[in-house]
């Protein structure tokens, strides 16, 4: 049994394909293997939604992007998304939270940031923070995205309220010496086969030393494509030609995390298994 702890089936690039992608999942998974999907914006909460009503695979999880956090929302988007956590027990937090990159390291031409808005990290906070406060009134799972911002995160990780079952870091970048601290504040660390790639060695390296007990394995589909050799799944390129992550390319990140570690695939896949549900719930 496989659990994909990040990804977003909702995006418009996956929707030509959603067929084939439930089944390739049943086939590639198992019996009970889940993905968790997120929103990123209170636009696409009803397409999580409704994938969630329709496979029983899909656990669905509400949020607003740190990308997204400079766009227009409702007035009530954040009791929107407490309502929605009350409706469905099995909904979560995410995903949320800060990203520096878009700020000083992305290029302005970016075309995966082209028409939006790049909100300062203040605006960023001010949209996390409450999120991250729901999450925590209701102990639901927060998927936390952090790049480039881990000394802005931490601070709000140690003073602000958390949830008692945890957060995830999805795709965690941070340093190596940050895993114990975060360890201790409740985090888990999903591991994405885009770090299979030989160039993200110090990715690599980082998650030979993240406790087993809080190992998540994540495609973040339809992005962060996996190196050639791990892509066990394809898709048909996009209208502009850029590649299109598969959700079933899970297994990659299963069998690139036990060879990293030197531990055994189904060993490795039990144990993550039951971080899943530990932190996502049964």
């Known amino acids: 049994m496989l659990h994909d702890a990040h990804n977003h ?9 959603r067929d084939r ?6 086939e590639t998974v198992g019996a009970g293997g889940k993905m968790v999907v997120n929103g990123t914006h209170p636009a696409d909460w009803p397409r999580v939604a409704e994938l969630a009503a329709r496979h029983a695979f899909v656990r669905p999880a509400y949020g607003v992007h740190p990308w997204d956090a400079a766009a227009p929302r409702p007035d009530d988007w954040l009791a929107n998304l407490e309502q929605r956590l009350l409706d469905d027990p099995r909904a979560t937090v995410g995903e949320i939270g800060l990203d520096r990159w878009i700020l000083e390291g992305a290029r302005p031409d970016d075309a995966r940031l082209a028409g939006r808005h790049r909100a300062p990290m203040d605006e960023q906070v001010a949209v ?10 209701h102990d639901r799972a927060a998927t936390i995205h952090c790049l480039r911002a881990f000394d802005d995160l931490l601070p709000l990780l ?25 360890t201790k504040l409740g985090a888990y660390f999903s591991f994405n086969p885009a770090y299979l790639d030989p160039r993200k060695r110090r ?7 993240v406790p087993l007990e809080r190992l998540l394995c994540e495609t ?12 066990t799944h394809k898709l048909p390129p996009a ?7 598969h959700p079933g390319n899970i297994d990659a990140a299963y069998a690139g995390l036990a060879s ?3 531990e055994d695939p189904a060993e490795l896949a039990a144990r993550v298994a039951g971080n899943f549900t530990r932190l996502f719930g049964p």
């Open 128 to 137: 996390l923070l409450p999120q991250l406060a729901l999450a925590a009134k």
């Open 21 to 26: 992608i439930a089944t390739a999942w049943a």
């Open 239 to 245: 209208r502009d030609g850029s590649l299109i992550n």
């Open 203 to 209: 990715q690599q390296e980082v998650f030979k030393h």
């Open 158 to 182: 140690r003073s602000h309220p958390l949830p008692a079952r945890g957060f995830l870091l999805h795709a965690y970048g941070g340093p190596v010496d940050l895993l114990p601290e975060l």
């Open 220 to 231: 973040d589909a339809p992005a962060m494509i996996p190196p050639q050799p791990w892509r």
């Open 9 to 17: 089936l909702q995006d418009e690039a996956l929707v030509p394909h």
């Open 260 to 262: 990293l570690r030197g």
